[in-house]
């Protein structure tokens, strides 16, 4: 039901206006990771330290970002040299269009970069208002669970969020350079998949890494073999020291679900499945959990606790 739920909300979101859409998504994404400096600092000064550096990114951003895509999107080979068999051509041709319709979907473009900001602004000043006003109607029952829950949601969405992009980034500039260096014909496209599995929870180093062995050359096989085999190492060295992951790390069968998604996710809905089946059902499986875990304060038999408390 969270999954229905969620997918019905997105594509509601999706059809009326994909720009809000994506903006939204990169609303949290970056609110995410920018929290993690802001919350740390005690100063008021400091903080707005932050965020005006944060406004000179984005206007940076502003100026550069068509440039910046132009760039990317003609590195990407959608016919690339090498030796195939006819299969594997097919499924490499398939892969750089969805790669370059991704990089044109989920780009940071202007209009989104402006609806980010104001759901900043909005977040900042309206949104806590209007979230006390909300609270102080609820049932006293009701309010304790929607607020548990929902800063429970958020603290995790959160984190997830922050592991992922700071996955991405590290991961993705070091498998950047190696599969530059190894000079692969589209490392472009290797990059991108290697950005877009860093939000698969757990297993997505590796499956980027298996979906790569695609672009080995025949020619060049040990080689390349060897030096992706030597970043993937040192990949994961790098994430694990720099990144800590949470304690459900050790769940196995999570593990192996967030693994079997991607191929399931295939199968069903080709390329779009591959890459976000694992990190959709992820995020609704993390939501329904905590729904499930504070259900019971509603029904509770216990007198609730003051909202004063």
Request: charged share 10%; aromatic share 18%; net charge positive.
């Amino acid at each position: 039901m969270t999954a229905i739920s969620l997918f019905s909300i997105g594509l509601g979101l999706y059809s009326v206006n994909a720009d809000f859409f994506f903006g939204l998504g990169w609303f949290f994404l970056l609110s995410s990771t920018v929290s993690i400096f802001t919350d740390r600092l005690s100063g008021i000064k400091s903080r707005w330290l932050v965020y005006l550096f944060i406004v000179i990114v984005a206007a940076v951003w502003f100026v550069f970002n068509d440039v910046l895509f132009y760039l990317l999107s003609t590195r990407v080979q959608s016919n690339p040299y090498g030796e195939y068999f006819i299969d594997q051509f097919e499924f490499r041709l398939t892969l750089s269009i969805f790669a370059i319709k991704t990089i044109l979907n989920l780009w940071l473009t202007d209009t989104r970069l402006l609806f980010a900001g104001a759901l900043w602004m909005i977040n900042m000043t309206v949104f806590p208002r209007l979230l006390k006003y909300i609270f102080s109607i609820l049932p006293i029952r009701t309010f304790e669970f929607v607020v548990l829950t929902t800063s429970q949601i958020i603290t995790e969405l959160k984190r997830y969020a922050v592991t992922s992009v700071g996955r991405a980034v590290i991961s993705g500039a070091l498998w950047c350079l190696a599969t530059f260096l190894l000079q692969f014909d589209n490392f472009i496209i290797m990059t991108l998949i290697m950005l877009l599995c860093a939000f698969i929870p757990y297993a997505g180093l590796f499956v980027a890494a298996l979906l790569s062995l695609l672009f080995v050359e025949s020619g060049l096989f040990l080689i390349q073999l060897g030096g992706m085999l030597i970043a993937l190492a040192s990949i994961w060295f790098v994430d694990h020291t720099l990144i800590r992951e949470q304690k459900s790390t050790q769940n196995l069968l999570l593990v192996i679900l967030m693994t079997i998604l991607p191929i399931l996710g295939y199968v069903i809905f080709v390329f779009p499945g591959f890459f976000f089946s694992a990190p959709f059902a992820y995020i609704a499986g993390l939501i329904s959990f905590n729904i499930a875990k504070n259900w019971a304060l509603i029904h509770k038999t216990s007198a609730p606790v003051p909202r004063n408390a």
